[in-house]
């Protein structure tokens, strides 16, 4: 098999949650159990962290791998989805597994995995997990997919686990409820391992540490341990502006440990002020590692994060595009990441606000369009996926609501027409899924 003939294979011939939805769930670890048998149980050969969580978790995993590769170790980094490469899915120090080796597994285990009838995302995990353990990775960060208790990279047992924050989103699979979607989050806390748990969210605090204190496993929160003072703010548009640099890249902050200054000076390349508690997060993470003995210099953990852009390929959150009109994407796409995304928006100077907005078809997204401003030119458009929602839908439950914009059948034609009606002072969002940002960057 060709390498695209892998792809086509994957994609088109087996169950993809992230394309299809519902009909790829599946409710329990069986098939994970047996792939990982039939492996050899790779997951069992590199040491590793676990990070679930609604939002966040991806800039978390990215940031941590990061720091971890500045210390100097061989690093597997598993993530998803994939914004434009499915090898982005799976990268060591950074770089890509290798298309020979994608194409030589699922040619190896074919008559294997159909007949176990496996999904996209459990063929996924063991390609992952078969590649760390035969390149020997020194760790292995590991995003969860989906959820956390059912979730096909929860077979591992992980030297710490993390659960950055909890919000709405995938209610159909995990929950109506704060207290049941962090129930199927604190799925991957695991007998006496630590629990780093990024955000304080009285709504389900009691969750966590009921579910820790049942294993016998320490939980952190670590917004109480650490603070962060942002030096910094949004980035500014001068008149003398001639490349990106103009809107200040590095963000400056210092990090505050029970009252006083923890890292002074820290640079991050990542702009989004959610960023601010992501980065938290990870400080708590590299605190609980250096506690088992991983011993970190102040310059490893500061040369991580300002790093986190080239050592692992990290893009797609409040990423600039261009400079005239000021033009960027986010992948924020529950409610939770929305509001985030929003408060970044007031605090960006621009004189109109043109948004390029595309969804899937299977969100509950009413509660979403409540929360967009009502003065801004919206481009509705459908992601190049079988989920994706509709432009006339979306257009249609939008306008209901008091959004006005047309309707337009790629992200790319938005994207053009946004460009041409915009202004060099206004600003070009691109957003509401994943999937509309993939088609940009």
Known sequence: MTYHQTLDYLYDQLPMYHRIGASAYKADLDNTIKLCELLGNPQNHFRSVHVAGTNGKGSVCHMLASILQEKGLKVGLYTSPHLKD???RIRINGIMIPKRYVSRFIQEYKAEFEKLQLSFFEMTVGLAFRYFSEEQVDIAVVEVGLGGRLDSTNIITPIL???????????????????????????????????????????????????????GSEIIFADSCFSVSDRFSSPQRRKDAKNLSAFAPLRLININRMGKTYLSGLKSPLLGFYQLKNIVTVIGAVNQLKKQGMIFSKKEITRGIKNVLCNTG????WQILSREPLTICDTGHNEAGIREVLVQISQTPYKKLHFIFGVVNDKQIDHILELLPKDATYYFCRANIPRGLSQDELKKQANALGLTGLAYPSVKEALRAAKKNASAEDLVLIGGSTFVVAEVV
Not at 170 to 193: C, N, S, V, Y
Request: aromatic share 8%; with cysteine; net charge negative.
């Open 86 to 88: 499915f090898r982005e």
């Open 161 to 215: 686990s993390v659960i950055t924050n909890i919000s709405y989103d995938h209610m159909q699979f995990l929950g109506d409820t704060l207290e049941k979607i962090a129930a199927e989050k604190a799925g991957i806390i695991k007998p006496g391992i630590p629990i780093i748990i990024g955000e304080t969210q009285d709504e389900v605090c009691d969750v966590f540490i009921k579910k820790a204190g049942s294993l």
């Open 314 to 317: 990290f893009s797609g959150r």
